[in-house]
DNA sequence: GTGAAAGCGCTAACAG
DNA sequence: CTGTTAGCGCTTTCAC
């Protein structure tokens, strides 16, 4: 007959009742526990009914304290990023990361960090040990935030391609030229001829890959204009750049957007203008976002697998844990032309 | 001369460390760090410098596993309540989570539960003392988690009025109410006199609650027909009760919808009808969300203060931490009708 | 006020 | 294969 455990505090049971419990060491126990296989059929299986018996669950901040690990990812959010990340994109990361994370032991930690004192808080938590790799969003080019971390020996993973100067930190993105020209092409195949695009900021790779897309897609054609007004993103600029773009060429019949919240405003200057969206001018846009779904007529986007992304990022933090030092290459993940109304 | 610190193992400094160069014991830099105040001035400041110093920070695990706290707070989402927790909302309740944990010493870790088994993991973390307190969507009626984490003692705040038996657990809600209300009221001073609502799920509190605002805001009223259409928060059945709406009464002149997301769908209907937002029919949305921003005309829309939700949220379950057992009222917060072009 | 000492629950050598 | 042992870094009595 089992003894019934002894019950030290008030508390949960602890490693050492499940020996007692399992009439074995402590040891055994924690092999058991942590999956060594030099255990003996007979012992481990006592082990197993006595923890299931006294449903035990290991005590994490004594095992952070001697193993050094905290088995926590850290996921810092840069809250003056607010534009490009939008909202959406957000929800889906977080959900990619969650999904990912559920299949290790790692846990998911979360921090919104804007200020200088807030960017340190997450460099001292990483130094002492508290976070074993950070997702971050790559900033521009002269945030030292990553380059800090990195230096520091933290593993990180950077969501989109960094500006400049993170050589060797791994990075997830999506094929931005890629998506920009299949739209530019979609919109080429229709037998639009007379293009204009309005770009992102250009201090940030996806503003540059989803310019150079569309240019490629142009490249060599023949009796085809091609204008480029300059935006940022949000909706705004994405109206007053659609103005420039009809003031250029009162003609055009095609739009490419850096964003669906530029297209949405482009959507509306087009309207307000007279012209019928697609009869007129074709529109597509960039993120299928919530935004792209409900405009009025829907925006034909190009889709990024945002959770898909959010899954590679910790896969990269990941290897990086286990194999400290391995070098790592970026993952370049494809989009998708999704076909709505406006195009 | 302050002699070098004797480095133990290559890694960061210890209390011990801290100690040895201020001259004095571990317990009195502890006392240090947690603020004890019957610590002498001078042994105070030499314990100050020698932290700085040494660029002391405490380790976290060694400090749980004595004081059986985590300081950490678990923010539960529940991936099956996608429809309702929106993305805008999600993304700037997190913020608003954040913002207030950062003046605590609580970090914030995120949990997706969809599944049973997830559910019970959280219920475990919950147990072992993982989490000090869990932040939770409230979600329908017959989900057990949150009665579960009650009954294991952990405080918890929910998100969203419950519909039933979660009695002495606090929430934090938006007066859903008052800001149905509000709206259908602004419609009424605007002349309109023939209304339709089109409702959320009835089996959530946010849908019963507005639909409650809707009827109070008319009641007593001559001279006014109030329609009502069922829905269930997300945009197709936003289109379908528009539809209803119409052949119920064709010269409706008011509409307001239980979410921005049926106004959306509504008001592609109505201008698929020909009817002109808001000379025909004035439209009113709830949750001020990122898509009311989008449509065209753009959306009157009731806005919750997600914000300084997630911050009432945090309050909520730091007083529980801090005094176990109190009971803790509701916190209701007053929405805010926000004018754009469709009503 | 302050130091000394006893663990918190666990992992990781190290013998056997 | 398994038991024993020595801490991980910190808080918290308990004497002084």
Same mark, same amino acid.
């Given at each position: ?21 399992? !009439? ?12 060594? %296989? ?16 006294? @449903? ?8 952070? %304290?001697?193993?050094?690990? /905290?088995?926590?990812v850290l996921f810092v959010v ?7 990340f939008s909202e959406p994109f957000f929800a889906s990361l977080v959900r990619g990361l969650s999904q990912e994370l559920s299949?290790?032991?790692?846990q998911l930690n979360m921090m919104m960090? /804007?200020?200088?004192?807030? #960017? ?9 040990? #508290?976070?074993? !790799?950070?997702v971050l969003i790559?900033? #521009? ?18 969501i ?12 997830v993105?999506?094929?931005?030229? =890629? ?7 979609? *919109?080429?195949?229709? @037998?639009?001829? $007379?293009? !204009?695009? +309005? ?7 996806? @503003? ?22 300059? !935006?940022?993103? @949000? ?27 530029? =297209? ?23 993120? &299928?976002?919530?935004?792209?779904? &409900? ?7 190009? /889709?990024?697998?945002v959770h898909e992304m959010g899954r590679e990022l910790v896969?990269? *933090? ?13 993952? +370049? ?5 999704? $076909?709505?109304?406006?195009?």
């Amino acid at each position: 007959m089992p003894s019934s455990s002894r019950v030290r505090t008030a508390g949960r049971p602890t490693l050492e009742q499940v020996a007692a419990e399992a !009439g074995v060491s402590r040891g055994t126990v924690s092999r058991v526990i942590n999956g060594s %296989l030099e255990v003996s059929e007979s012992k481990l299986k006592a082990v197993q009914d006595a923890i299931r018996k006294l @449903g035990y669950v290991p005590n994490q901040a004594a095992r952070s %304290l001697v193993t050094r690990r /905290s088995d926590t990812v850290l996921f810092v959010v840069s809250e003056s990023e607010e534009r490009v990340f939008s909202e959406p994109f957000f929800a889906s990361l977080v959900r990619g990361l969650s999904q990912e994370l559920s299949s290790t032991p790692l846990q998911l930690n979360m921090m919104m960090a /804007s200020t200088a004192r807030q #960017h340190e808080r997450v460099e001292q938590l990483v130094r002492n040990g #508290h976070v074993d !790799g950070v997702v971050l969003i790559s900033l #521009h080019g002269d945030d030292p935030l990553p380059r800090n971390l990195v230096a520091a020996g933290a593993p990180v993973a950077l969501i989109g391609r960094p500006m400049s100067g993170m050589d060797g930190v791994p990075f997830v993105d999506a094929d931005n030229l =890629a998506g920009a020209r299949a739209a530019t092409e979609y *919109l080429y195949q229709q @037998g639009r001829r $007379r293009f !204009g695009t +309005i770009t992102g900021t250009q201090d940030m790779a996806a @503003g540059i890959d989803r310019l150079m897309g569309y240019r490629s897609a142009l490249k060599g054609r023949r009796g085809v204009t091609r204008l480029v007004a300059q !935006g940022d993103f @949000g909706k705004p600029s994405g109206e007053r750049a659609m103005r420039e773009l009809l003031e250029e060429d009162p003609e055009i019949d095609a739009v490419f957007a850096a964003s669906d919240l530029m =297209a949405a405003g482009a959507l509306r200057v087009l309207r307000a203008e007279g012209r019928r969206v697609p009869d007129d001018v074709a529109l597509i846009g960039f993120d &299928n976002s919530d935004v792209a779904r &409900n405009t009025d007529p829907a925006l034909t986007s190009v /889709s990024q697998p945002v959770h898909e992304m959010g899954r590679e990022l910790v896969r990269l *933090l990941v290897t990086q844990i286990e194999r400290p030092g391995q070098a790592l290459a970026p993952v +370049i993940l494809p989009t998708e032309l999704v $076909r709505r109304e406006s195009a």
